[in-house]
């Protein structure tokens, strides 16, 4: 009697379920579609979101306080060849930066920041290698002492050459060594696998060190074994700072916002201020250029050279083309094809918001 009971309330259900799929499938299709919603500007949403107030501050002080004992154990362990990853949650990258600029103070610091959308590793590779080679200057190591092939301008140097620079050339102190910085190396401008790979070179090399933070909880994926235990050679520290992200967040976009002439204004203008004046200016005359002349694909690059070097803003083609490097890494400036096919610069903003843009950097 039991077993017919049970058996009846299954049938019953299961003959409810399709009842309701079929009358499901028979009714109206709804007609509204996503870009109907009226969702809130983003400037509006950053401007909210910039004004919640952070919850325990003093005890997140205390935290991120503590971790500054630890400061003298993170320098023996890279002078040691280690490399440091941080993870925990909150942004890392004030704590990094306090680490390097008060206890690496006797070495060289370079500084990636992998929540950019695009970064150039090339000419991260040449600056440290410039760095290296003005070091070995200083410590009295002449040319004679480095082979011939690193003789010639860095620029002209394939990867494989100066990662060899870096790790094979000669220096009598052990302990000496460039420091790389690289905040969220699971970013998206160097979470594919051709930028891995060479983070791993570099960090193999003698003469660097790496420290690096972690936001994503798949991060550790992008490495295989040999680049974890002996290319990285990480030694993990889980560095909770419950931090917000405001810095990295301002380069990701806001689901369900809009955004706006004066928001990708802002955003450039923050971006812009953390380039040197001179990168500044060469920036003001291609925005200039681009407001007097709408009609046009965009500046010739020899025509904003000749310009920068009357403003002796630049001594050479090479400078110019390592602040066009940093404008496009942001994403600040993109090159068009001319139809005489000629290369010209473009600000992929509209007029409004470059001139915006002017008035933010001219503040």
Known sequence: METNDGEEEEFEFSR????AKELAGSGKKSTRKISDINVVDEQELRAAAANIELKHEKEINSLVN?????YPKWVFELRCGFGLLMYGFGSKKVLIEDFASTALTEYSVVVING?????????VVIALAEIW???????RRTSSGV??????????????DLLAFLHESDMEENDSFVCIVVHNIDGPGLRDSESQQYLARLASCSHIRVIASIDNVNAPLLWDKKMVHTQFNWFWYHVPTFAPYNVEGIFFPLILAHSSTAQSAKTAAIVLQSLTPNAQSVFKILAEYQLSHPDEEGMPVDALYTTARERFLVSSQVTLNSHLTEFKDHELVKTRRHSDGQDCLHIPLAAD???KLLSEINQ
């Open 16 to 19: 409810n379920y399709f009842l």
């Open 115 to 123: 929540y950019l959308q695009s970064i150039n590793l090339k000419q």
């Open 133 to 139: 080679w003005e070091e070995l200057k200083t410590k």
């Open 66 to 70: 503590s971790y500054k004992s630890l």
């Open 353 to 355: 918001a470059l001139e």
């Open 147 to 160: 082979s011939s092939k690193f003789q010639q301008p860095f620029n002209s140097q394939s990867m494989d």
